[in-house]
């Protein structure tokens, strides 16, 4: 895990935050072990901007990849995920395991289920 939380970090150099200043690098390992990593995006519309964990996630489906097995987030202050992203993580990803760390490197790991507990999914649908 120390290296997926590494790329995490790595991704907030590519964070593109002017209006925030808050970088946030994400980075997905995916189940052939691949490490995508992503950074938030921010546009003059706010709205429109793209959080880290979705930019690593989306990007790894492009890239052809539908299974994975953790995702590490890293903030300045270790700032968790929004509600938008876990219910992105929850129906890309499924229950994994989640880490969190600041820019000092202190880690938390927490998990899809207990982020997003009752989630709304895709089995409400059939
Ligand atoms: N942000 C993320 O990238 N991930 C989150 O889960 C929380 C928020 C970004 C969006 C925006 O660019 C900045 O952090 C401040 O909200």
């Known amino acids: 895990?120390?290296?997926?939380?590494?790329?995490?970090?790595?991704?907030?150099?590519?964070?593109?935050?002017?209006?925030?200043?808050?970088?946030?690098?994400?980075?997905?390992?995916?189940?052939?072990?691949?490490?995508i990593g992503g950074c938030n995006i921010e546009s003059s519309s706010y709205g429109l901007t793209c959080c880290a964990e979705r930019v690593a996630i989306y990007r790894a489906v492009a890239e052809g990849h539908s299974s994975f097995q953790a995702l590490a987030v890293v903030t300045e202050n270790g700032g968790s995920l929004c509600g938008a992203c876990r219910q992105v993580v929850w129906d890309l990803c499924g229950d994994i395991p989640i880490f969190i760390a600041d820019q000092n490197n202190n880690i938390e790991e927490t998990s899809t289920r207990q982020l997003l507990p009752e989630a709304f999914d895709q089995t409400k649908l059939k």
């Open 1 to 35: 895990m120390d290296k997926l939380i590494a790329a995490a970090q790595a991704m907030r150099s590519r964070s593109h935050a002017p209006y925030s200043n808050y970088k946030v690098g994400a980075a997905i390992l995916t189940d052939d072990g691949d490490i």
